[in-house]
């Protein structure tokens, strides 16, 4: 069992989108050890009750990801442009003398 989820991720995770990659290092399946517990050690393997969902590769999805990506950067930008704002006009300790008008 352990050799079929090695080459599992091998074969699939290692030439997958860099975003799923985060997904799956952040949430459960940072290594193979981890996918096999998932599988419970092979109990659910060969039970004809599973569904096995297709791989499913659609330029839509690359689309998808580039689209989310650049949003996301979007919002990193301004989130610290909002901070930088908030820390210029609102600080304590920072001397407004050169902003006022």
């Not at 990506?69 to 909002?82: G, I, M, N, Y």
């Amino acid at each position: 069992m352990r050799e079929i989820v090695e080459d599992f991720w091998r074969l699939h995770l290692y030439e997958t989108s860099p975003l799923f990659i985060t997904y799956a290092l952040e949430k459960a399946f940072n290594n193979p050890n981890r996918l096999l517990n998932t599988l419970n050690k092979g109990q659910y393997v060969g039970q004809p009750f599973l569904k096995i969902i297709p791989y499913h590769d659609s330029p839509s999805l690359k689309a998808e990801e580039l689209a989310f990506d650049s949003a996301l950067t979007a919002t990193r930008q301004a989130w610290q442009a909002a901070e930088i704002e908030d820390l210029l006009l609102n600080d304590f300790y920072l001397s407004r003398r050169g902003l006022q008008q």
